[in-house]
């Protein structure tokens, strides 16, 4: 009878290594999976931090912003840290030289290029 319950257990620590390397693998990429969920929920905070402060170009979609932020190399732990300490609704549009010809942004752009008003 000991000789058929060491033959049961032989077949099933044979099994064990496969097993183990089954589990590993679905170990790995459950972890990817959770890395990639947890950098898109990050770029999506960034992105609504920026967008809140008028940080983001106002043309591009949310996806998009959020796509491009997640395509890109940037550590988005300096971004988020950038994004914080960016003044809010700042803009250079709202500088006014007094000259009604020109739009806002025209009038600073032209200042900066030739130095006069």
């Known amino acids: 009878m000991s000789t058929a319950i060491e033959a049961s257990?032989?077949?099933?620590f044979s099994e064990v290594p496969g097993l183990l390397r089954k589990l590993s693998s679905e170990n790995v990429?459950?972890?990817?999976?959770v890395a990639e969920y947890e950098k898109?929920?990050?770029a999506e905070e960034i992105v609504s931090d920026m967008d809140n402060k008028g940080l983001s170009d106002p043309d591009a979609t949310w996806g998009e912003k959020v796509n491009?932020?997640?395509?890109?190399d940037t550590d988005l732990h300096v971004v988020k840290q950038a994004t914080e300490l960016a003044v809010s609704n700042f803009g250079f549009s709202r500088v006014s030289t007094g000259d009604d010809t020109?739009?806002?942004s025209d009038s600073f752009?032209?200042?900066?290029q030739t130095g006069e008003s």
């Not at 257990?9 to 099933?12: G, K, W």
């Not at 491009?68 to 890109?72: C, D, H, N």
């Open 68 to 72: 491009a932020l997640l395509e890109s």
């Open 29 to 33: 990429a459950l972890l990817a999976k």
């Open 9 to 12: 257990d032989l077949a099933v």
């Open 102 to 104: 020109l739009s806002t």
């Open 40 to 42: 898109r929920k990050q």
């Open 109 to 112: 752009e032209t200042f900066i």
